[in-house]
């Protein structure tokens, strides 16, 4: 297929045709494409070119890395590199160079004199993407601190599932954010961890350099447009608000204040939170107060902090860092927050309470004009607020449990305000001296579930999960099912996150101990896998191109036994963009998903899921990584990038050529040499000075003589006839030579035969003399010169001067007045 608008491969003086190719066949296709006016060349000064290096794989070998190296010829002469136009295929690593030799994975911006991309390991066509299957999480202590709290799950680019988490009420100078490679089980890359949390955006650093304390029930808010971007509650020494941490670039991305801390009556020395709805973050400092954050822009809502709607707790003035005691959930478009506004440290004493913010309004939500009682007395407390959900999975209700020295005690209110009997959850029925915390919502396969981290008294570490669709305590799973293959049992549970690829929950609680828990059984490890790949084609072209996909082929597991899993749990879906379930195809016996019925020109991006119940891990090692690959047919995938052709006037082609490696050996692509065509400001100008002599004297008038010359000859200097001798100035007032010129003279032909085809160089003159015998006068002599830009490459049109004029006059030009041109 060729792709529309490409150049196709131009040779460079003297380059063989065709393309290098190594001995098995492997090749690389240039081609560049004119990104500022398209499909026009030769391009221009000022111009930007698309250079565009397609890879052909023949090897039929055993995978091996592609490396493809791009060098810009002429970097920062003829051409300079665009920052952030390099494109890669799909889980390709790009690279840059300064040097040509040693290369980075920042982008060096125009600096840049070579670029690089290195494929995986592959076999066929190329377009297709891989994720690797997650292996079972073994419970392990990992660098997440006694005082880490709920994971934060991320999925990176290649497929690799990592768990962050941040220290609860720690800080502000000690490093508190930690990263878990659950992939590989071992940290992230990118440490030591744990690593401090700042303010100022930027890479993360280390030691105790931070500046953010953390409260004491943390919960976090997904950035909905920026994968891997996490909001958390953050508070500093003069202000609570939104910290930003992007866990794909390890980085800090910035700090918005919400609150200043006052000087009272009543101060913002901490917060709960962060929850999000509709494309914001909200929060309750310990004034009771909502906060906002828009996630989009990263700026304090409009109107923030809005009202008080729960009691302060820990306000009093000067106890900045000071612990939220309570937490908040959305329901059905509202914001809840729970206050336990205990007698230490609180400006007013009193039981825990349940408040309600509607951000339609901005205001207290109506039915709870004042907050309401939601513990047994003033000592009880709380860390958290959960919504309740009715049989159908909609929301009814909000509720709050609190630890109360004996068992614990649920409180619960319908949306409205109502009164709400608390649910049959157990949490009432645990030990005294339990401590319940924010629950996991888990809607899987119909049944819409609560799992809660329960721990404290007798209880070293448990989870007590609730079915909301049947009303009772989940199925199958243990009233309180405790973790003895993990630490012993001793996990002091803070809470889970839910990874819907696995189907699993990742644990994490107080006694630093990350671990999976099968949301069915309670059991630990979680014996479940599997993996998500995205398939977007046009991704894998950048050429700017039509027509390069023919459509999908098929979805592959390897690496794994599938003698290993449990065909009765075994599922695969395939989804669009919008989460729209497009199929469920079978896995055939070899582990393959036949993907050829679905278009690829209705569905341009698909999604394809893969989950698995295992029956034992021995297909997860340190050298075997099942994976899950999906596929298409269409052209070889590409890599390219920019650059702007120099203003400089000299520059005349701009030229391109790729080199590379993968199992077959090296390779080098055709060169490609691209003419630029003058720009307005790189063009000669020539004027031309039409003159004839004033006296009949050929000697005068010939070259080097005196003449004189003038627009017009005197009355009868001819007669009625003579030899007119003519002389033609040639300037070339512009920047660059001019060449091929010649002089346009219909009259006097004889004066363009003088002048011949020359070169004239910019600020040059060259003078032009010529004569004819006058058969009847009065004769006017206009002249032209035609020229083009020198240098300029096959096919620029030329360029005519203005014209100009002499007269050869008679006795008639006194009836007449000479033409001054």
Known sequence: MIAAGSLQPVLAAGAPA??????????????????????????????????AVGYHNSSTADP???????????????????????????????????????????????????????????????TAVSSDLLPPVQAATRATGGDGFTPILYRTASGDVEAWNIYHHTGPANPIVVCNDLSSGQPCPGGPWPRPLNTAPGPLGTGNTGN????????????????????????????????????????????????????????????????????????????????CLEIASQAPCPGQPFAAIVPPNHDLPGHTYALYQGGMTVADGRVYASSSPTTSGSSAAGATALGCFDPATGAVCAGWTTPHPAGPNAGAYTYGAFTSFDTAGHPNGVCTTNATGGAPSTSCYTLDGGALAAPATGLDALPAGALVFAPEVVDS????????????????????????????????????????????????????????????????????????????????????????????????????GTGHVAGYTEARLTGLDLGHTDPTGTTVSVTDPGGTVLATPPLSPTGTVDLSGISAADHPSITVTVQLSLTGTSDFTATNHPALTASFQGDDPQVCLRTVVTANCATTHVDDTATGTDGTGALTSNP?????????????????????????????CG?????????????????????AYWRITLT????????????????????????????LAAGASRQVYCSSF???????????????PAGAPSGTPSTTSPPSSAVACSLLCILAAPDPS
Not at 109 to 119: E, I, N, S
Not at 264 to 287: C, E, I, M, R
Not at 493 to 511: E, K, M, N, P, Q
Not at 737 to 749: C, I, K, M, Q
Request: net charge negative; with cysteine; aromatic share 8%.
């Open 672 to 700: 490609v040499s691209v003419a630029v065509a003058p720009g307005a400001q790189c063009h000669p100008d020539i004027t031309v000075n039409k003159e004839i002599c004033t006296v009949a004297s050929p000697h005068a």
């Open 703 to 723: 070259p080097g003589g005196a003449g004189p010359w003038a627009k017009s000859s005197p009355v009868g200097l001819l007669q009625l006839l003579g030899t």
């Open 445 to 544: 396969g119909g049944d819409n579930r609560s799992y809660f981290g329960v721990w404290g008294g007798p209880l070293p570490g448990d989870t007590v999960c609730y079915s909301w669709t049947h009303a009772e305590p989940c199925a199958g799973f243990p009233a309180v099912a405790g973790h003895p293959t993990v630490s012993n049992g001793a996990t002091r549970d803070y809470g889970y996150a839910y990874d819907s690829t696995t189907r699993c929950l990742i644990g994490l609680g107080d006694a630093g101990v990350l671990f999976s828990l099968d949301p069915a059984t309670g059991a630990s490890p979680c014996l479940h896998s599997g993996a998500a790949v995205t398939l977007k084609p046009t991704n894998f072209y950048c050429d700017g």
């Open 774 to 788: 006058l058969l009847a006068l009065p004769v006017k002599n206009t002249a032209t010169a035609t020229y083009y």
């Open 64 to 126: 091996t890395p592609v490396t493809v190296t791009d060098p810009i010829t002429g970097a920062g002469a003829a051409q300079t590199y665009v920052p952030g136009s390099l494109r890669v295929p799909p889980g390709w690593t790009p690279a840059w160079s300064t040097d040509g030799s040693s290369f980075t994975g920042a982008d060096q911006g125009a600096a840049t004199t070579a670029v690089r991309a290195t494929g995986p390991a592959t076999t066929g066509a190329g």
């Open 732 to 759: 070339n007032t512009g920047p660059v030579d001019a060449s091929g010129v010649t002089v346009n003279d219909a009259v006097t032909t004889a004066c363009s035969r003088a002048a011949g085809t020359f070169t």
């Open 18 to 51: 065709g393309t290098t190719t190594s001995a098995a066949g492997s090749t690389l296709l240039k081609t560049a494409q004119n990104a500022t006016s398209p499909g026009q060349f030769p391009v221009q000064h000022g111009d930007t070119v698309n250079w």
């Open 212 to 291: 953010i304390y953390t409260p004491l029930s943390p919960q976090y808010v997904l950035d909905p447009g920026r994968p891997g971007v996490v909001y958390y509650p953050a508070t500093t020494a003069t202000a609570v608000g939104a910290g930003c941490l992007d866990m794909g670039t390890r980085a800090n991305c910035g700090f918005v204040p919400l609150e200043t801390s006052g000087a009272g009556p009543s101060s913002a020395n901490g917060l709960a939170g962060l929850v999000g709805y509709d494309g914001k973050a909200y929060g309750t400092a310990s004034t009771g107060q909502v906060l």
